[in-house]
């Protein structure tokens, strides 16, 4: 039989195509799949977000190291607190200032906290806590013992001094 647009009844191309429900079904097993997968997904890059946060704070402190030394200056690395952020400079720039200074601003999900754990004086550099890195590579009794960075979920990360005093190291609270 023929029909009216004068192709065949038993063309393959009506016999070979999904019906509306087929079609519903399987948009509502992905709707299903991306409810579960989505708040995982959202775990995991608050949580590279934290990790990022200290590895860069890290790298940071080994630039400050690295230019105490190389430069002869006793270099600060100061952390605000209240305005979630942190920064490095010379403790004592010359007449032109640290023309080298740098100042990060923390992810807006994450906050950081300086924690003093001496009993020596509490090293600050403009009136905020901060870890002071003499020329020699070693830190400052008075700096920070450990600094925490923490994300709106409260999961933390630690940069903890090392026990010979020559740099910071990574920890979280799954140790």
Request: some cysteine.
């Amino acid at each position: 039989m023929t029909l009216a647009t004068g192709q065949p009844q038993s063309d393959r191309r009506h016999r070979c195509a999904f019906t509306l429900i087929e079609l519903i079904l399987v948009l509502a097993l992905l709707v299903i799949a991306v409810s579960i997968v989505a708040p995982r997904m959202a775990g995991f890059v608050r949580g590279r977000a934290l990790d990022a946060e200290a590895r860069r704070l890290l790298a940071v402190m080994h630039a400050g190291q690295s230019r105490a030394v190389s430069e002869g200056m006793t270099m600060m690395l100061w952390i605000d607190q209240q305005k979630n952020a942190y920064g490095l400079e010379q403790e004592s720039p010359g007449r032109n200032g640290d023309t080298r200074a740098q100042a990060f601003a923390v992810d807006a999900n994450l906050r950081i906290a300086a924690l003093h754990t001496g009993t020596s004086g509490t090293t600050t550099f403009k009136n905020l806590p901060a870890v002071r890195f003499l020329t020699d590579g070693s830190i400052d009794e008075g700096s920070p013992g450990s600094i925490q960075i923490e994300d709106a979920a409260g999961s933390v990360l630690w940069l903890v001094e090392k026990t010979d005093r020559r740099g910071y190291e990574i920890q979280s609270d799954n140790k």
